[in-house]
T-cell receptor, first 114, second 116 residues
């Protein structure tokens, strides 16, 4: 049972336009949501996160929106740049006494074309 | 220092070999993780150490043996692996606290393992 889903395996966007990556989750107990960016043959790099008590978090060109009633979050990148081309993973977490455990979506491969 | 380092970068081993992967962080994080990642797939959690104690083992086969010698180091000992174990092995760390900071995991660059 996939608790975190990214239904679009790939997305292609023109440079300068907005990229919107989507993520859905099923477990209402998740407290935190994170986005990671991954280049081939490298480890994931933390991008931005949001707590379940907020509906928006912004950091430069990156904004994450959370809609708890729809169990949906999205990552907006504006303006998109060719260097943003990578695989983006959405992850969810609920802290418990065993330590933080991230549940990852399947990833969306973003391609930003010049 | 906000870096997680992993050695070696690449490892090729036979099915009868014994090898170890190493991970180090100096951010004072007290939670450390091993993940396995296959191409085009998300990272798959293997083990979690909290305050140097194993807190989560995601039903990983015993041919993978984790070790946490101290709060900065994490090892993964490999023995009698199978070709299907070939993957990118990622180490991560996070603060041992509740809240957003405790959930932000910092990943190393990974070790690309090939089992022949």
């Amino acid at each position: 049972d996939q608790q975190v889903k990214q239904n679009s395996p790939s997305l292609s966007v023109q440079e300068g336009r907005i990229s919107i990556l989507n993520c859905d989750y099923t477990n209402s107990m998740f407290d935190y949501f994170l986005w990671y960016k991954k280049y081939p043959a490298e480890g994931p790099t933390f991008l931005i996160s949001i707590s379940s008590i907020k509906d928006k978090n912004e950091d430069g060109r990156f904004t994450v929106f959370l809609n708890k009633s729809a169990k949906h979050l999205s990552l907006h990148i504006v303006p998109s740049q060719p260097g943003d081309s990578a695989v983006y993973f959405c992850a969810a977490s609920g802290w418990d006494n065993q330590g933080g455990k991230l549940i990852f979506g399947q990833g969306t491969e973003l391609s930003v074309k010049p | 220092d906000t870096e997680v380092t992993q050695t070696p970068k690449h490892l090729v081993m036979g099915m009868t070999n014994k090898k170890s992967l190493k991970c180090e962080q100096h951010m004072g994080h007290r939670a450390m993780y091993w993940y396995k990642q296959k191409a085009k797939k998300p990272p798959e959690l293997m083990f979690v150490y909290s305050y140097e104690k194993l807190s989560i083992n995601e039903s990983v086969p015993s041919r993978f043996s984790p070790e946490c010698p101290n709060s900065s180091l994490l090892n993964l000992h490999l023995h009698a692996l199978q070709p299907e174990d070939s993957a990118l092995y990622l180490c991560a760390s996070s603060q041992m606290t509740s809240g957003l900071l405790g959930n932000e995991q910092f990943f190393g660059p990974g070790t690309r393992l090939t089992v022949l």
